[in-house]
């Protein structure tokens, strides 16, 4: 499994863009970038998730650099419910576990 | 979308008793799931792997004697600590997904906090 890293905390101020960095320079041609968040005392909630091109959905957008070894989570306009742990993960999908690391700590400061 | 329930949200119980946490997948068959522990400010942590109808794959460090795990059935598995004492308090979570469904992601429950006393 590709390793990861992220910064251990991050704040944002409410209504801003919130830009979330990882790197998984170890990253395998048939891993994907996902991204989870967990709300205190939550399940971990799905994000988004891509391969190489740059993903947008309800929630977020994901950029993914060229040779992959880094990626981008970015929420458009963060308010105070997406205080959470953000997690990157990559994963092969012919792999059902995930494992997780230490994530990104996010702060929306009102 | 897929979702995933746990039950229960929370337990209280003496030390010494057994606890038993279910995880079902509500729209969908899920031949495995999946196990985790969470102690406070931590991540997540695999514990097992909860395989239908044969025996889950524990990982390294975690007691299988301690945790039963049983996947009877394509929507449920369930996780029974064993003579539960304080230092099992913590957040346990589930998760599973589609069988077969390539790239789609994994779905979690929203977890049952385990208090012993």
């Known amino acids: 499994d590709a390793k990861t890293t992220q910064p251990p905390s991050m704040d944002c101020a409410e209504g801003r863009a919130a830009n979330l960095p990882c790197n998984h320079s170890?990253?395998?041609?048939?891993?994907?970038v996902y991204w989870y968040r967990q709300i205190h005392s939550q399940g971990p909630q799905y994000i988004i998730h891509?391969?190489?091109n740059n993903e947008t959905n309800e929630m977020a957008s994901l950029i993914i650099t060229e040779d992959r070894k880094s990626s981008t989570l970015i929420l458009p306009h963060a308010t105070l419910r997406d205080t959470a742990v953000y997690y990157c993960?990559?994963?092969?999908?012919?792999?059902?576990?995930?494992?997780f690391g230490k994530g990104t700590r996010l702060h929306i400061l009102p | 979308g897929a979702v995933v329930s746990q039950h229960p949200s929370w337990v209280i119980c003496k030390s010494g008793t057994s606890v038993k946490i279910e995880c079902r997948s509500l729209?969908?068959?899920?031949?495995?799931m999946f196990w985790y522990r969470q102690f406070p400010k931590q991540s997540l942590m695999l514990m097992a792997t909860?395989?239908?109808?044969?025996?889950?794959?524990?990982e390294q460090g975690v007691e299988k004697d301690k945790f039963l795990i049983n996947h009877a059935s394509l929507t449920l598995s369930t996780l029974t600590v064993t003579s539960a004492h304080p230092e099992d308090s913590s957040f346990y979570i589930c998760?599973?997904?589609?069988?077969?469904?390539?790239?789609?992601?994994?779905?979690f429950g929203d977890g049952t906090r385990l208090s012993i006393l």
């Open positions: 891509g391969l190489k």
């Open positions: 729209d969908f068959q899920a031949t495995t």
């Open positions: 993960i990559p994963r092969s999908p012919r792999d059902d576990k995930i494992i």
């Open positions: 909860s395989n239908e109808g044969s025996k889950a794959t524990y």
């Open positions: 998760s599973a997904r589609v069988p077969l469904a390539g790239d789609q992601p994994q779905h």
């Open positions: 170890t990253i395998s041609g048939n891993e994907y």
